[in-house]
């Protein structure tokens, strides 16, 4: 008998391992029937997750763990069986902005200690004339854009929460709010960094590839209750979400990958997008025409193993905005939200996962 599982997701590149589990069987293949639900904002997702309008989501990797932790919101425990991917952000930014920076800076614009020094230089002019501070958007508070952001800025002396604003926009939303002049800059995920370069009025700046290598960015979610009473169910999905990484993770199948993403009721944009950020070639719209990038989104099994060592990464990310204090508690709780028995169990041995992320920036 095929169980349905409700899952929400929000239209981004990364979902598409819960897409190919539903459009390539490997869902069925392990008695289940996927029923996806897109969301526009992360808040939603949490929301309904918690409450149990949602089996299970496409969770932001962070947001899982302030979830169980209580931070911003009531405490609702969750695990996280499975990553569905690493890396994909990138920081874009107005034309307007790229060219102030271009004129700061002092060497390589296209190193982020070098493009951060001049937004500090531009911070301080602009405060020196008593004008408003630049406006950075990140997707939410408990989120890889978020930390990608700070960062890259306090690599060259920007004080986050004094030089520059720092709003939420859910990814739908960031490229008008650029095109608007409500924001200078944002942190997002595929493909709205490559959708919002083809306006014509903006930059990627830098890949989340060169601030941190092998970083946690989405995840399946799972309330922890759910999990206890139904760990075949997650075992089967765990399943069914690693064999629909390694179907993503063959450049033969990027093609048909892409049309899957595109389809209206997913991302509704060109496949032909889809596919050039899949070859990772994510057009940048500066001096460059193009960034490639081999990992800047990794959909591989050796990706998809949740690690003690990305919660340590992600629990720091915290403390250092500020959300939350490092205590041995907190440490074990954050720990707990990534399983990795959960996946070991479903999956057995997948060979190197990827260990610690790496800060570059």
């Given at each position: 008998?095929?169980?349905?599982?409700?899952?929400?997701?929000?239209?981004?590149?990364?979902?598409?391992?819960?897409?190919?589990?539903?459009?390539?069987?490997f869902a069925e293949a392990e008695g289940l029937s996927l029923d996806l639900v897109r969301e526009v904002s992360w808040a939603n997702i949490r929301d309904k997750l918690n409450v149990g309008l949602f089996d299970a989501a496409h969770i932001l990797t962070p947001a899982a763990i302030a979830s169980s932790l209580g931070l911003g919101h009531v405490t609702v425990p969750m695990v996280?069986?499975?990553?569905?991917?690493?890396?994909?952000?990138?920081?874009?930014?107005?034309?307007?902005?790229?060219?102030?920076?271009?004129?700061?800076?002092?060497?390589?614009?296209?190193?982020p200690a070098v493009s951060a020094r001049a937004l500090k230089r531009i911070c301080e002019a602009r405060r020196a004339k008593g004008e408003a501070p630049l406006t950075f958007a990140k997707t939410f508070p408990f989120s890889m854009h978020h930390y990608h952001l700070r960062i890259w800025m306090k690599a060259g002396g920007v004080n986050p929460e004094e030089d520059v604003r720092l709003v939420v926009i859910p990814p739908p939303l960031m490229a008008k709010s650029l095109e608007n002049g409500h924001i200078d800059g944002f942190c997002v995920g595929a493909p709205w960094n490559a959708l919002t370069v083809a306006g014509g009025g903006a930059v990627v700046l830098h890949l989340g590839t060169q601030i941190v290598a092998d970083c946690p960015e989405k995840?399946?979610?799972?309330?922890?209750?759910?999990?206890?009473?139904?760990p075949e169910t997650i075992a089967a999905l765990t399943r069914a979400l690693v064999k629909a990484g390694r179907w993503c993770s063959d450049p033969a199948n990027r093609p048909l990958l892409a049309r899957h993403m595109a389809h209206h009721d997913v991302l509704g944009i060109a496949p032909q997008v889809i596919e050039t950020i899949l070859d990772g070639l994510l057009p940048l719209g500066g001096a460059s025409p193009a960034?490639?990038?081999?990992?800047?989104?990794?959909f591989d099994p050796g990706a998809l193993r949740p690690e003690p060592a990305q919660a340590d990464f992600l629990l720091g990310q915290m403390v250092d905005a500020g959300q939350t204090e490092d205590t041995p508690d907190r440490r074990d709780a954050a720990r707990a939200v990534l399983s990795t028995a959960s996946f070991d169990e479903a999956c057995g041995s997948i060979g190197t996962s990827v260990g610690a992320p790496r800060l570059l920036a």
């Open positions: 008998m095929t169980k349905t599982i409700r899952i929400g997701f929000i239209p981004l590149l990364d979902a598409a391992l819960l897409v190919t589990a539903r459009d390539e069987g996280v069986p499975v990553n569905l991917n690493l890396n994909g952000n990138a920081i874009t930014v107005s034309r307007q902005l790229y060219d102030q920076l271009a004129a700061s800076a002092d060497g390589d614009l296209t190193q995840a399946l979610g799972v309330l922890g209750a759910y999990a206890a009473r139904r960034a490639p990038s081999s990992h800047y989104i990794r």
